[in-house]
């Protein structure tokens, strides 16, 4: 079984900045695929906000947070981060990361792994 945990989360004030950490109980979890991190805001429907192809890392970021937010990996450590900036209230939402069976799948935008979620509370 797949097990993808996140880490990281906490409350913030306006500003700040926090790193979130997607760790793969698999070093094969992310292997010849890759991950992805999404958020949910209360009330709100989960928001893709940028995903990694793990063995090249290249990475995409959604344009309402590029600038702030980096996603990064650590194939060592089968870990992927999301670095997060000059955070927002209207950041806060529980963070997810989710990972691919299959590069294809990734490449198609499916997710097939996903892990609890970490909260961010930014506060102003």
């Known amino acids: 079984q797949v097990q993808l945990v996140e880490s990281g989360g906490g409350e913030v004030q306006a500003g700040g900045s926090l790193r979130l950490a997607c760790t793969a109980a698999?070093?094969?979890?992310?292997?010849?695929?890759?991950g992805a991190w999404f958020r949910q805001a209360p009330g709100k429907e989960r928001e893709f906000i940028g995903r990694s192809r793990w063995n090249i890392g290249t990475t995409d970021i959604v344009e309402s947070v590029r600038g702030r937010f980096t996603i990064s990996r650590d194939t060592t450590q089968n870990t992927m981060y999301l670095q997060m900036n000059s955070l927002k209230p209207e950041d806060t939402a529980i963070y997810y990361c989710?990972?691919?069976?299959?590069?294809?799948?990734?490449?198609?935008?499916?997710?097939?792994?996903w892990g609890n979620g970490t909260l961010v509370t930014v506060s102003s």
């Open positions: 989710a990972a691919s069976a299959s590069i294809s799948r990734w490449s198609g935008g499916s997710y097939d792994y």
């Open positions: 698999s070093e094969r979890t992310f292997e010849n695929t890759g």
